[in-house]
């Protein structure tokens, strides 16, 4: 087998049938195959392996009843269970012209690269075919901060969050990507120096069916961008700061209301911590979440915490100003680092630790293992 064409499905139905016979007539010549990754809740599983019966090339469909990573899991798992070496990622449905396979894989064959991406945006490439004025404007802006925040990786590709692309899997690290309903092909690329090429393709409209792309969706971009790019201990550091910001917020509608002073904290604090779970949840330690220990055990474990670490920090600082000849701020400044460096290492270790512990290595060990994992998270340009 020389080349898998690998294409992640979302209830694709409508434009299953006329992907396999453009791909089909587009390979011709080529020992090829198409495999299907699907989390569909609709028909697309049968549509495929009625559409695969016909098919000039062999057609394998995997589909996933419990699906993880979203669109980037689906697009590893083919890259995983692929026959080729050479793989071809593209979508269902047909905003990726099929007849731009065969350059991708010429292309690819060559050797000299490790990725080829089909590009919207460079000569010669079109995103025409993005559904209105607002999409076009939401794809250049995150394109282009995604460039500046990898500037030295991604300086010869100008569509990082294309979804078209060739790879060949022997000369990528897969064991090392983390699918997360991330553009996979922006994880590879930003994890480890690699070798691209581009070729220019016109983005069509899509072919038939619902789009997938919503508001939610690139809340979601953004937050593993910065996750990418700074690791988690710093999205994990917004998201604290955020919430001191509502903290002081709380604290003073409800003063000002003529609410105590300490009550209005109180309720100030404890909201604060509860916000911050979810978002931590949603957003930081997501990844995690399906080998931890249930939510309300999660919830448990980071409240008593927080709750302990309030009760702790502030007899510190008063310690720290009566004995140290310290300000109030700069202590306060001081056992906030600490909170933060301290409350870091007791959520990626404790609160989120996996439920079934490998026996193999010590506990130590994999304590440190997976707190270097967190925290640094790729680091480097
Ligand atoms: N397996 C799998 N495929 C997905 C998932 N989400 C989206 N896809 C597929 O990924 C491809 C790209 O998704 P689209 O919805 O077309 O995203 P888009 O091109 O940004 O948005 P449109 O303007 O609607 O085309 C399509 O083939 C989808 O069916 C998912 O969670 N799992
Ligand atoms: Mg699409």
Not at 137 to 153: E, G, L, Q, W, Y
Not at 298 to 314: D, G, H, P, Q, Y
């Amino acid at each position: 087998m020389q080349l898998t064409i690998i294409v992640p499905t979302f209830n694709e139905a409508p434009n299953v049938a006329e992907l396999v016979r453009r791909v089909c007539a587009a390979v011709d010549g080529v020992d090829a195959e198409l495999l299907f990754v699907d989390d569909s809740t609709d028909d697309t599983p049968d549509v495929v392996r009625e559409a695969a019966r016909s098919a000039a090339i062999p057609v394998r469909l995997i589909h996933r009843d419990s699906p993880t990573g979203g669109l980037g899991g689906a697009v590893l798992e083919g890259i995983r269970d692929a026959r080729a070496d050479v793989c071809v990622v593209m979508d269902g449905d047909l905003q990726h012209p099929p007849e731009k396979i065969p350059e991708l894989y010429e292309r690819i064959r060559q050797g000299d690269v490790d990725v080829v991406v089909a590009s919207r945006y460079v000569g010669g490439g079109a995103a025409t075919g993005l559904a209105d004025r607002a999409r076009v404007a939401v794809s250049a802006t995150s394109t282009a901060i995604t460039k500046a925040m990898f500037p030295i990786r991604l300086k010869d590709v100008t569509d990082p969050m294309t979804g078209f692309f060739a790879v060949d899997r022997s000369r990528i690290d897969i064991g090392g990507l983390r699918p997360r309903g991330f553009k996979i092909l922006l994880e590879m690329l930003a994890r480890r120096s690699m070798r691209v090429a581009e070729v220019p393709f016109r983005f069509a409209p899509r072919h038939a069916g619902d789009s997938k792309a919503s508001f939610r969706q690139g809340m979601h971009f953004l937050a593993q961008l910065t996750a990418l790019r700074f690791g988690k201990m710093s999205l994990f550091a917004v998201i604290g700061g955020l919430g001191a910001l509502v903290n002081l917020g709380i604290v003073w509608a409800l003063t000002s209301f003529g609410m105590h002073y300490l009550p209005a904290a109180v309720i100030a604090a404890e909201a604060t911590i509860l916000g911050n779970f979810v978002l931590q949840e949603r957003f930081v330690f997501r990844d995690m979440t399906g080998e931890a220990s249930g939510v309300w055990s999660r919830f448990a474990k980071s409240f008593t915490f927080n709750n302990v670490e309030l009760l702790v920090r502030i007899p510190i600082v008063a310690l720290m100003v009566n004995t140290g000849h310290l300000t109030a701020v700069v202590a306060t400044a001081i056992t906030l680092v600490l909170a933060f460096i301290v409350r870091f290492v007791f959520h990626s270790l404790v609160v989120y630790a996996p439920r079934t512990p490998s026996a193999k290595k010590s506990t130590v060990r994999r304590s440190l293992e997976s707190l270097d994992d967190q925290a640094m998270a790729p680091g480097e340009l």
